[in-house]
């Protein structure tokens, strides 16, 4: 079934009600690579309960509505979807527990051409349930492999980034687990792209890939680790554009320019030379 994009649209995503738990947010951080030094007392606020602290980029699995596309009237086909843009704004520092409400809404479709894909672009909002108080915006663009040449607009697309052309400012390497993927699942994307070897080969790819979403968050730890002390007041948006996947296991290299507050910033897998993220930008107080 190819995608109809008025239907597609205007597609009504249910809002999501989700009870986050300390353990929850503790659960996120190890996924992310958070703990792998017991005595650093830095990412030790990120996975102990005492004094505890949610990473900024918890945003992005905060009123996740799920596999949404999967529904079959979509015209998605979803064993060739791919995360293609990810990103976050932080209206008031993010809860480590509590009630909070997610409303995702579609934003665009734009038709790349028969053999070139799609891009389904969405917006969400998450609130407190009890204040009603915003307390992050989040955008994503979901990149289908199978799903051009369905009569669609071609635009609007944003323009990248540009990165800068000098050597970075500052450069951080991290190293993600074997089982990252396995870990970084529970909390919440459940793809079978990340855990089933046999799911992964179809779509395409030799062996279960990493989130998305955890190779921008390994990203975001970068920049927390290496321009904001480890204080997650400070890192307040985010974006980038994945180019390649990362797989569990690898090590990945941020390289960052700052410019006021103002960050520029690109991740890399060196032992592969490819690029994992790109044209990204992030605000720091």
């Known amino acids: 079934m190819a995608i109809h994009y008025e239907k597609l649209v205007r597609w009504e995503i249910p809002e999501v009600e989700q009870h986050l738990t300390r353990r929850d947010t503790i659960l996120y951080a190890l996924g992310v690579g958070l703990g792998a030094d017991p005595c650093d007392a ?20 905060l009123g996740y509505p799920g596999p949404w596309h999967a529904h079959p009237d979509t015209g998605i086909t979803r ?7 990810q ?20 934003t665009g479709v734009v038709d790349k051409g028969k053999d ?9 909002t998450v609130r407190e349930k009890a204040s009603g108080e915003v307390v992050c915006t989040l955008t994503s663009t979901t ?5 051009g040449g369905f009569s669609g607009p071609s635009g609007p697309v944003k323009a990248p980034r540009e990165i800068p052309e000098s050597p970075p400012q500052h450069v951080c390497d991290l190293p993600t ?25 179809k779509a395409g790819f030799r062996m279960p890939i990493l ?12 920049i927390l ?8 007041s400070r890192l307040v948006a985010m974006e980038g554009r994945f180019s390649s996947p990362v797989y569990p296991g690898e090590t990945i290299r941020t390289e960052m320019w700052r410019d006021g507050n103002v960050v520029s910033f690109r991740s890399t897998v060196p032992a592969r030379g490819v690029t994992v993220l790109d044209n990204g930008r992030a605000e720091i107080r």
């Open 143 to 147: 990149f289908c492999r199978a799903d």
């Open 42 to 61: 830095d990412q030790l606020r990120f996975v102990y309960e005492n004094g505890l602290q949610a990473l900024p980029t918890m945003a992005i699995v």
């Open 225 to 232: 680790k290496t321009l904001c002390g480890y204080d997650p």
């Open 177 to 201: 687990l074997p089982q990252a993927a396995l870990i970084y699942r529970l909390s919440g994307d459940y793809n079978p792209l990340h855990a089933d070897p046999a799911y992964a080969k």
């Open 211 to 222: 989130h998305g979403r955890c190779t921008f968050s390994v990203a975001g730890h970068a």
């Open 116 to 124: 070139k894909g799609a891009l389904v672009m969405t917006e969400c």
């Open 79 to 85: 064993s060739h979807v791919v995360h293609g843009e």
């Open 87 to 106: 990103g976050l704004r932080i209206v008031k520092p993010l809860p480590v527990e509590g009630d909070i409400l997610g409303k995702t809404r579609v």
